[in-house]
């Protein structure tokens, strides 16, 4: 028999707050998280701006001696997990923690990390690598050490999908609940990867913007002035729960995971085919999941990364999956406030759909002056809209043309 799966606890570390509050405020008032590389110096890159988490102290999640031995992205995660699991008040002892897992996406990992040890290696030697080099690298070591920490001893995993990897993480999640593997899991998304090697190999690519001297204008999705996406870094967790054991213990409930679809686009290494099948296929396959129809979506949280082919594509791919109930649906690209988060994005951007649900407000796309090619949706532009919403997608697409879609509805108490 299916479970139902829930959304009882969530927590955020983004661009534009440590925090669920001061994420979300931020997003509702339509605020850019968007700035001037501080993580090195940046003056000879061709893009020398990226959103990145300000003011974060590990030590005020974990142990001192924990917060030394963590790359950045590890400490992310265990704090938006720390947030989620107080926010849902769910604990985890004895009793329950062989029925609790954790299950976190992350593109990169500890890319910083594998600069410093290669600087090393080259300068002092082999000998001269620290001991938590690969552990501070490896991307399972989110889910590793939110196990530890945190006692959940149940299905455990790391989804490495690229762009896709967050929203990929909790699907997969989802599932495990609804087929009666576990009864709670933690999951989301992580990335901290603005260093010189990321920068360099997307400046590469022509994939970043390098509207360098208006930082805050640079993430523009969907606009026809869009040049390329702005690394982002942070995490998104949720505590996902069967609706049985939500109620059991009379849990608040954000909202209801209902559908998720996965796709290949089969095409190319990093760009869509340009008709969005790709990501059309996922879409419906989310629809399907969920026994719904495309007019019944009220909103979508688009991939919406400011790339000139992302933004088209994924737009001809919503006209292909939702019809004519493409031009009534509301979307929008949070990115354009957070950047682009890699393989933290999904986790991000379904807590915010989450958010979105619970609180009947849509987050903007900001930095939307003029209509990019054919992008002629509604991308709710520059200002939060007021608005009921029962059903919402989340969209993630990755290198490799993988593809993750996952479905939110209001929680109705019977």
Same mark, same amino acid.
């Given at each position: 028999? &299916?479970?139902?799966?829930?959304?009882?606890? #969530?927590?955020?570390?983004?661009?534009?707050?440590?925090?669920? &509050?001061?994420?979300?405020?931020?997003?509702?008032?339509?605020?850019?998280?968007?700035?001037?590389?501080?993580?090195?110096?940046?003056?000879?890159?061709?893009?020398?701006?990226?959103?990145?988490?300000?003011?974060?102290?590990?030590?005020?999640?974990?142990?001192?001696?924990?917060?030394?031995?963590?790359?950045?992205?590890? @400490?992310?995660?265990?704090?938006?997990?720390?947030?989620?699991? &107080?926010?849902?008040?769910?604990?985890?002892?004895?009793?329950?923690?062989?029925?609790?897992?954790?299950?976190?996406?992350?593109?990169?990992?500890?890319?910083?990390?594998?600069?410093?040890? /290669?600087?090393?290696?080259?300068?002092?030697?082999?000998?001269?690598?620290?001991?938590?080099? #690969?552990?501070?690298?490896?991307?399972?070591?989110?889910?590793?050490?939110?196990?530890?920490?945190?006692?959940?001893?149940?299905?455990?995993?790391?989804?490495?999908?690229?762009?896709?990897?967050?929203?990929?993480?909790?699907?997969?999640?989802? &599932?495990?609940?609804?087929?009666?593997?576990?009864?709670?899991?933690?999951?989301?998304?992580?990335?901290? =990867?603005?260093?010189?090697?990321?920068? /360099?190999?997307?400046?590469?690519?022509? /994939?970043?913007?390098?509207?360098?001297?208006?930082?805050?204008?640079?993430?523009?999705?969907?606009?026809?002035?869009?040049?390329?996406?702005? =690394?982002?870094?942070?995490?998104?967790?949720?505590?996902?729960?069967?609706?049985?054991?939500?109620?059991?213990?009379?849990?608040?409930?954000? @909202?209801?995971?209902?559908?998720?679809?996965?796709?290949?686009?089969?095409?190319?290494?990093?760009?869509?085919?340009?008709?969005?099948?790709?990501?059309?296929?996922?879409?419906?396959?989310?629809?399907?999941?969920?026994?719904?129809?495309?007019?019944?979506?009220?909103?979508?949280?688009?991939?919406?990364?400011?790339?000139?082919?992302?933004?088209?594509?994924?737009?001809?791919? #919503?006209?292909?999956?939702?019809?004519?109930?493409?031009?009534?649906?509301?979307?929008?690209?949070?990115?354009?406030?957070?950047?682009?988060?890699?393989?933290? /994005?999904?986790?991000?951007?379904?807590?915010?759909?989450?958010?979105?649900?619970?609180?009947?407000?849509?987050?903007?796309?900001?930095?939307?002056?003029?209509?990019?090619?054919?992008?002629?949706?509604?991308?709710?532009?520059?200002?939060?809209?007021?608005?009921?919403?029962?059903?919402?997608?989340?969209?993630?697409?990755?290198?490799?043309?993988?593809?993750?879609?996952? #479905?939110?509805?209001?929680?109705?108490?019977?």
């Amino acid at each position: 028999m &299916e479970r139902r799966v829930v959304i009882t606890g #969530i927590g955020l570390v983004t661009p534009l707050g440590i925090g669920v &509050e001061s994420s979300w405020a931020g997003l509702c008032a339509g605020k850019s998280g968007v700035g001037e590389i501080t993580r090195f110096n940046a003056s000879i890159y061709g893009t020398r701006i990226a959103a990145e988490v300000k003011d974060f102290n590990a030590e005020d999640f974990m142990a001192k001696k924990e917060a030394k031995r963590l790359e950045s992205f590890i @400490a992310y995660a265990i704090a938006a997990t720390r947030m989620a699991i &107080e926010d849902s008040g769910l604990v985890i002892d004895d009793s329950n923690s062989h029925r609790v897992g954790a299950l976190t996406g992350c593109g990169l990992g500890g890319l910083n990390m594998l600069e410093i040890t /290669a600087n090393t290696v080259d300068v002092k030697g082999p000998n001269r690598v620290s001991p938590f080099f #690969i552990p501070m690298l490896i991307g399972n070591m989110a889910p590793g050490m939110i196990s530890i920490i945190f006692g959940a001893k149940g299905p455990n995993s790391s989804v490495a999908t690229a762009c896709a990897a967050g929203s990929h993480a909790v699907g997969d999640a989802f &599932e495990i609940i609804k087929y009666g593997k576990a009864d709670a899991m933690i999951t989301g998304g992580v990335e901290s =990867v603005v260093t010189r090697t990321c920068i /360099a190999g997307f400046g590469a690519m022509k /994939a970043l913007s390098t509207r360098n001297e208006d930082p805050e204008k640079a993430s523009r999705p969907f606009d026809r002035d869009r040049d390329g996406f702005v =690394v982002g870094e942070g995490s998104g967790i949720m505590i996902l729960e069967s609706l049985d054991r939500a109620l059991e213990r009379g849990a608040k409930i954000y @909202a209801e995971v209902v559908g998720y679809g996965m796709s290949g686009d089969g095409y190319h290494m990093t760009a869509p085919p340009p008709n969005g099948e790709g990501a059309a296929r996922c879409m419906q396959a989310a629809l399907e999941d969920a026994g719904i129809q495309p007019e019944q979506i009220d909103y979508i949280n688009a991939h919406g990364t400011s790339t000139p082919l992302n933004d088209l594509y994924e737009t001809r791919a #919503i006209k292909m999956a939702f019809g004519e109930a493409a031009y009534k649906v509301a979307i929008s690209s949070t990115k354009s406030m957070t950047g682009h988060l890699l393989g933290g /994005a999904g986790g991000v951007e379904t807590v915010v759909s989450a958010l979105t649900i619970h609180d009947g407000i849509v987050p903007p796309t900001i930095n939307f002056e003029n209509p990019g090619e054919e992008c002629d949706l509604d991308y709710v532009p520059n200002t939060a809209r007021k608005m009921e919403v029962t059903y919402a997608m989340s969209n993630s697409f990755g290198f490799g043309g993988t593809n993750a879609s996952l #479905i939110l509805k209001k929680y109705l108490p019977q």
